[in-house]
């Protein structure tokens, strides 16, 4: 069977690791879902590593990153290690950040992380589930999470 | 016989991964190709690994960039992804990227975009089936995807 | 038994090691503690991972960053260390850093150094103790380590 | 008997591949020479490693780097891999990377260009023939490649 | 017998590595050194992971570093690698680094230069003879090399 895992912070100010979740189990009901829960970001390489030694077959990773040029840093440092962890299991790990300076707007945050886990989270599904060509037919469509599609150009 | 990957995303506005495969097929007509589709640039890197690992001699992956310094952050963290999945694998994997704010205009942008992808997708070819000599003669010649040649100095 | 790791510097104008170890014996008496002094932040990695080594099943580390844009490159290049031994090691490791230019007021970053190693010392006793679960009753409630809660948006 | 790998790429306007060739050629007579051109510097990284695999000592790769701030991204991405595989290996790659922007006179660029694989691929016999010691007797002697010497303090 | 090993550029325009030598052989008589003499700082971590494995307890590396963006670009790759060297062979590899622009007066840069390989060879020492409290009565002190300490908060 298959088992997913969820990976979230204490950081973060919208609770996207139960959204993921409950996408999950509404897109696979029949699967396992782990949660783990780290404090900040930094420590979501190592969260979604012992998810997958825990016979995760793929991780979302939900992340919260703040308005400052060492935020970003950190953000960049993070991106570098979800990806390692990706090449060292060959699982997929997919990484939803949410950026304080996205919107001024503290609704406008929320409704945004709200989409980008729920669509992620469906993505994840759909990979692990289904394979490399489930999201063949979208390739070049201009997607876009968090936000409305860009769409494909013509 | 030969087996190339290529490795495209929803993200993107344009259909890369279809040029890159009839490129591809007219340039190798008995090579066999699997296509792995993926949400964003970031989750790049581990289906070129996973492309490798189900039989790939090479893989060619289509990412599309936004505009805002995050996008570019991303794009490194993902450049040292690919980077290290070739270090790992001592395979090819050649990166075709497109920045949105290459140009203003979308039409230009679609043609940056295939003409990238079509000319990378021959370099993946011949890198794959002829070696490590068969870009030789073009050394040093100032050539240019998705642009017109530079030229060599002099 | 469990055994924590501590690894600070001697760069640090705050004795945070100090603070750490203290936390972690009230948190968790019965616990080892290992304690490696190292000169700066880049130091800190190989530190963690010889504490790792030695048998510790989390380490806390505890930088201090001057505030020139070097600085920002050497903890940009820890921080990916530090991530890197958490993935090699599959065990956490906790980063306190304080950028000395979060506060011109010196007892401000002071209280800002020990406010966040108290916390990740409890964040770390927490997840070494009792597991991927033990804060996820705190997820996406906003916390923050030197500074007062952001909380959950809503 | 030595061997020694020569990565250059068809980006580069300037055919650096063959400068190192005949500098490598000139210094040590006997060596074997292998080489194997990509399209750009990202390519790089396997290249190097594809060398090493194939029984190459060292290697000397020859990088030409645009003048925006995505080629500079490209640029540190490839540094960390051409590291990377050094790493890995325990064998030398030296990195000449010319940048456009270092003059605006084509021709000075060229110059720039063949005196720094000039004296790169002296450094590389050096170091693969004569071993750890053999720049001793330079070192903190302000040896620049591409420009005049800056020279030693006092 | 304890070993250590330095590493040195022929860039740097200070011989930093004679330097480190002499302070070592003044703290800890009776150990062997190897010096390792490279083009420039990337050169460096490929340089530390040799001189451990052919025997060395510890290194100290000696960059120096000019003044332009890619410079610190090259910095931070350089930096990256000799993290990952020490987190690979479980050694510390204690890293001096003098930039161009610390000062525009070249007496004072010497100094730096000077006083920075001097107090990080001793800590070199310490930490390879003493081990991991050797450095812990001065933890949080504030200490700097090349310039005078900073002082504890307090």
Same mark, same amino acid.
């Given at each position: ?39 900040? &970001? ?5 969260? /979604?590593?012992? %998810?997958?030694?825990?016979?995760? $077959? !793929?991780?979302?990773? *939900? ?50 992380? &709200? ?5 992620? /989270?469906?993505? %994840?599904?759909?990979?692990?589930? $289904? !394979?490399?060509?489930? *999201? ?19």
């Amino acid at each position: 069977m298959r088992k997913y895992g969820v990976a979230d912070t204490t950081f973060s100010r919208v609770d996207m690791g139960s959204v993921a979740i409950n996408t999950i189990k509404k897109e696979d009901p029949e699967a396992e879902i782990a949660r783990y829960t780290v404090p900040g &970001i930094k420590d979501l390489p190592v969260a /979604a590593k012992r %998810l997958i030694e825990e016979g995760c $077959d !793929g991780v979302i990773t *939900l992340g919260w990153v703040g308005k400052t040029m060492l935020d970003k840093y950190s953000y960049l440092a993070t991106s570098i290690g979800l990806i390692t962890v990706q090449i060292l299991t060959s699982k997929h790990v997919i990484d939803v950040t949410v950026h304080e300076d996205e919107s001024e707007d503290l609704e406008k945050l929320k409704e945004i992380a &709200i989409d980008r886990a729920t669509k992620h /989270a469906r993505n %994840l599904v759909k990979l692990v589930r $289904d !394979g490399k060509n489930s *999201l063949t037919p979208l390739a070049g469509k201009g997607l876009r999470q968090g936000y409305k599609d860009a769409g494909p150009i013509d």
